[in-house]
């Protein structure tokens, strides 16, 4: 991670070739992790992985992202899906680079 960057080569991981592939990302010197997730856009989009209710860490189950700590649910685009959360899953800037790069700058929310 440089000055709040991470930059995530996309061809070295496949699972973000297929809509809905989802990909946890733990920055280096991080205990914080987040998800790249490939949506229908054309670039991935990057997010947060700490609950909007309390702050827990949300985890990939079968195809959607999910609280272990009150059972909030989350689509892959952030939305809330089931409470108690009511805030979506805040999204950080990514853009593409050449050469498939991504760049998520975890600074700034989109
Ligand atoms: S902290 Fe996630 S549902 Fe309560």
């Known amino acids: 991670m440089t000055n ?6 996309l061809r070295e991981h496949p699972e973000l070739h297929e809509e809905h592939g989802v990909l946890r990302v733990t920055p280096e010197g991080s205990t914080d992790s ?3 997730v490939r ?25 959607q992202l999910v609280c272990p700590c009150h059972g909030s649910t989350y ?9 108690p959360a009511v805030k979506p899953l ?12 991504l760049v998520i ?6």
């Open 39 to 63: 949506t229908s856009a054309d670039v991935p989009i990057a997010l947060s992985s700490v609950c909007t209710h309390l702050g827990c860490a949300v985890e990939l189950v079968t195809g």
């Open 4 to 9: 709040g960057q991470v930059h995530v080569r």
């Open 90 to 101: 805040p999204r950080y800037t990514a853009r593409l680079e050449p050469d498939d790069v």
């Open 34 to 36: 987040f998800f790249v």
């Open 105 to 110: 700058d975890l600074g700034k929310s989109a």
């Open 75 to 83: 689509a892959l685009d952030g939305t809330v899906r089931r409470g």
